[in-house]
């Protein structure tokens, strides 16, 4: 299956993370590469530990022995078919944190923006009770296609209410018919699609999430990024995903409606538990 590789919907594209120099601009700009660089070339990890022999020892210790084994297939066919595309997938140990998570906080009812080919998705499906359900919503169903297999196979397809479009527009919708119905209200949320419309995503949470319900938003270190100088070797989309990042971290920073941890899992997540 062709997979699109528009940076649009990707924008956690490592493949594409730098703006590689053409040889014209590399005899103008013949810089020496900073970290960035090394952790670009090639295949790099989304971990943000200091040492990849570390993420190797939770990953055999405490994570692959408890990882469903829908999820190994799905997170193996997703490396196969995507190929490098696959390092949108979440980690498997922040999906053992989502799932962690869910559970802590009893959610029933819960909201995923951003896909894929359903790793996160499968793992919180799992995570849930036999009458939990999750609205799920991406603009590209053909990711989603080659999740479904193994999201059936799981038995939890039921649980599953996946809606193929932007997400803005969904989420409006929902926000008028949660006037109406406070059921509507949502437990849980997982936020892990264009980071540029992250703030928007966020406001439309505030009225979507009960209070005392959690959301989390995913890639809010964007690849350590955020603490570095802007690197003008990044690729456009990438830069323009970092300074959204940014921002976002300031707006949730100064927002008194949430509570929050900001985690070092994957390139961080940030965790908020809403209060008003
Ligand atoms: C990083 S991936 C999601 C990965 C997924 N959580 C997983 O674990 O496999 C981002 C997804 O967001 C979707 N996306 C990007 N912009 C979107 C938008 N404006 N509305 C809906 N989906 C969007 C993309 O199609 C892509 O599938």
Known sequence: MAISASFKSFHCASFVFLHLPTTEEETEQNEPRDHMANLTSGYPSKCLLQSEALLQYMLQTSVYPREHEQLKALREQTSKVCGTEAVMSV??????MLSMLLKLANAKKTIEIGVFTGYSLLATALALPEDGKITAID?????????????????????VDFIESEALPVLDELVEKSKLKEEELFDFAFVDADKVNYGRYHERLMKLVRIGGVVVYDNTLWFGTVAEPANPSLHPEVKEARKSIIEFNKQLSADPRIEL????????????????
């Open 139 to 159: 603009e590209d169903g053909s990711s989603y296609e080659i999740g479904l297999p193994y999201i059936r196979s799981a038995g939890v397809d039921g649980k």
């Open 91 to 96: 980690p498997p140990e922040e999906a053992q």
């Open 261 to 276: 941890s900001q985690v070092c899992i994957g390139d961080g997540i940030t965790i908020c538990r809403r209060v008003a």
